[in-house]
């Protein structure tokens, strides 16, 4: 459980509503906290509201930290002084009327109450670094003043906004590139990194006094079919993100209408150039392709080894020869069947379950010599690691043949296989209601070839086997660590 849940399950008493919308305030906050070079501190009442819960904190990219210390998790009781409370009082945005010391450092202090009607849900704590501030320029100036708006929006409970949510490894930030668009839809300014990005585009003129969504348009003249038009994604209907590609450039915008005093106030646009990032993930594409094909040839020349090995059996007379290369033909069969997963969705870990499920049937169909076998898998693999799946098949196909052969030989009945994972180890039980072992059977006394290939490939993954029986059932046990 997250810190803010763990805070707000323990002691404050909001709806299901409030969490979902603070939630999405803290997804989003990191946009306030760049453009008001603040840090942000989310304060919710107890139940006993007289009390306020630090349920979240964030800190500025775009400036110095003004509290070194993690506050989450503490408490303002019963201080009628303290700023947060006399917001969340009065509901009105409450300011420290100078430069407090914190820690030795001149400190701004806002409390913005987060009003839904006439009831506060929370209060958003700021704290300016006042020592650090950069020297006021145009783009802080733009960065402030949209720091305001927002500040606005918040206390009216108006942002967050609806529509696409931030995407934390790609979505841009303030310091990436702004773009700050009016009420009518010209450009009122736009950073020097935002300026950057549309010249990579292939923009000639200036960003400033244009209109944002026709000269966006107007660099892309070969945009393919799209889930949303562009022009929907630009005019700021919800919050929106869009890629922009070029034959020379990717760049991401985010979009986000402002409101003030009820109005639209025009859009802020952040941009990011990611033209490095896609390039990076084209050629992730290319590999995880090529690896998947590499296992899709593997899965084929497996395959025709088994038929080869079929085709083999088939012409030799002697029964423990045929018998052997049939084994050797399912050995081969059990290792393509995970091949075959990996070439469809190659990925470091692999849903063992579709592959169990293939094996047991395949051990199922060929395996019994007489009477009719039935194979239960009861509960889950879950996800394996690759390079544990095809040491896995091949001891899952091995014990489960052997209950086959050994346990019920030439009668009906049933194999269960019961996987799990428990505390970082997958535990596999495979039951039959068979033939007991032996009383005096020991594995390492066993001169059976398949259970020294499970004692060997199960030792390889620092694994433990065993084979225990009494009057009523054999069970053999694979415990395999995960990690």
């Not at 993930?281 to 040839?297: S, W």
């Not at 039959?432 to 398949?450: C, K, Q, R, V």
Request: charged share 25%; glycine share 8%.
């Amino acid at each position: 459980m997250r810190n803010r849940d763990r805070v707000m399950a323990e002691h404050c008493d909001l709806t299901e509503v409030d969490r979902a919308w603070l939630d999405q305030l803290i997804d989003e906050w990191s946009l306030l906290a760049d453009l008001a070079f603040a840090d942000l501190i989310l304060w919710v009442p107890g139940v006993d509201d007289n009390i306020f819960w630090a349920c979240g904190q964030v800190r500025p990219t775009t400036g110095p930290t003004s509290l070194e210390d993690d506050v989450v998790g503490e408490d303002i009781s019963y201080d009628p002084e303290h700023l947060v409370t006399e917001a969340y009082l009065s509901g009105e945005i409450c300011h420290t009327s100078g430069n407090k010391l914190h820690a030795g450092i001149p400190v701004d202090v806002t409390a913005i109450p987060i009003m839904d009607d006439e009831r506060c849900v929370a209060v958003v704590e700021m704290h300016t670094n006042q020592m650090g501030v950069r020297a006021p320029g145009a783009l802080e100036d733009a960065y402030l003043e949209a720091a305001q708006v927002l500040i606005g929006m918040v206390h009216h409970h108006q942002f967050p906004l609806g529509g696409d949510r931030r995407v934390p490894w790609v979505s841009p930030r303030v310091g990436d590139g702004m773009l700050r668009v009016n009420a009518n839809g010209m450009i009122s300014y736009a950073s020097p990194n935002a300026m950057s990005a549309y010249r990579r585009l292939g923009l000639t003129s200036d960003l400033y006094g244009e209109d944002f969504v026709s000269v966006t348009k107007s660099l892309l003249k070969e945009r393919g079919p799209v889930e949303r038009p562009l022009a929907a994604s630009l005019a700021g209907r919800g919050s929106a993100e869009v890629d922009l590609e070029s034959s020379t450039a990717n760049v991401r915008l985010r979009v986000l209408p402002l409101i003030h005093e009820d109005r639209p106030d025009g859009l802020l646009v952040l941009c990011r150039d990611t033209t490095e990032l896609r390039s990076r993930e084209r050629q992730l594409v290319t590999k995880d392709a090529t690896i998947r094909e590499i296992h899709h040839r593997v899965k084929n020349n497996l395959q025709t080894v088994a038929a080869l090995l079929r085709l083999q059996a088939r012409r030799i007379s002697s029964p423990e020869a045929k018998g052997a290369l049939d084994d050797a033909m399912k050995r081969v069969a059990a290792i393509a069947v995970v091949h075959e997963i990996l070439s469809q969705d190659f990925d470091s870990t692999v849903f063992f379950d579709d592959v169990a499920d293939r094996l047991l049937r395949m051990v199922g169909d060929v395996a019994a010599t007489g009477g009719k076998v039935r194979m239960v898998r009861q509960g889950s693999f879950g996800s394996v690691p690759a390079d544990v799946a095809t040491s896995l098949s091949l001891v899952l196909t091995e014990v489960c043949q052997n209950a086959v052969e050994h346990g019920l030989k030439d009668t009906s009945g049933e194999v269960y296989v019961r996987p799990r994972q428990e505390d970082g180890m997958l535990i596999v039980e495979v039951e039959n209601h068979g033939e007991p072992l032996p009383p005096d059977f020991t594995i390492a006394g066993s001169n059976s070839l398949g259970l020294s290939i499970v004692s060997t490939l199960v030792a390889d993954l620092k694994g433990e086997f065993s084979l225990a029986s009494d009057a009523e059932r054999t069970v053999a046990t694979v415990r395999v660590p995960l990690s």
